[in-house]
């Protein structure tokens, strides 16, 4: 079983940057799909991102596309999210999580299909 261990939120202003890490252990990390997921206060979860497994392909939240940019390294077992022009709105708590079958076809992820999260990282956007 994979396991999922998500850093680099903070407290950052409107307009500013963060780049989130999700390191991946217990599994081959090739070949399957990764997403971020992520959780504002007193809402449900939410797709944000999905990269496939090659890398060559992304689907975004229309919330956050040509804003955010996910990718991968499957030489270390890593996947990013870079978030740029942050909105008071991307206040959340960021997930990534793993297809559970490999090289199925990109999409847009649903939260309803995982079962097990790791501990996220809380992104905080002042306005």
């Known amino acids: 079983q994979v396991q999922l261990v998500e850093s680099g939120g903070g407290l950052v202003q409107a307009g500013g940057s963060l780049r989130l890490s999700c390191a991946a252990s217990g599994r081959t990390f090739s070949g399957y799909n990764m997403g971020w997921f992520r959780q504002p206060p007193g809402k449900e979860r939410e797709f944000v991102a999905t990269i496939s497994w090659s890398g060559g392909s992304t689907v975004y939240a229309d919330s956050v596309k040509g804003r955010f940019t996910i990718s991968r390294d499957n030489a270390k077992n890593m996947l990013y999210l870079q978030l740029n022009s942050l909105k008071p709105e991307d206040t959340a708590v960021y997930y990534c999580?793993?297809?559970?079958?490999?090289?199925?076809?990109?999409?847009?992820?649903?939260?309803?299909?995982?079962?097990?999260w790791g501990q996220g990282t809380q992104v905080i956007v002042s306005s």
């Open positions: 999580n793993t297809d559970p079958y490999p090289f199925l076809p990109v999409r847009a992820m649903s939260p309803l299909d995982f079962g097990s």
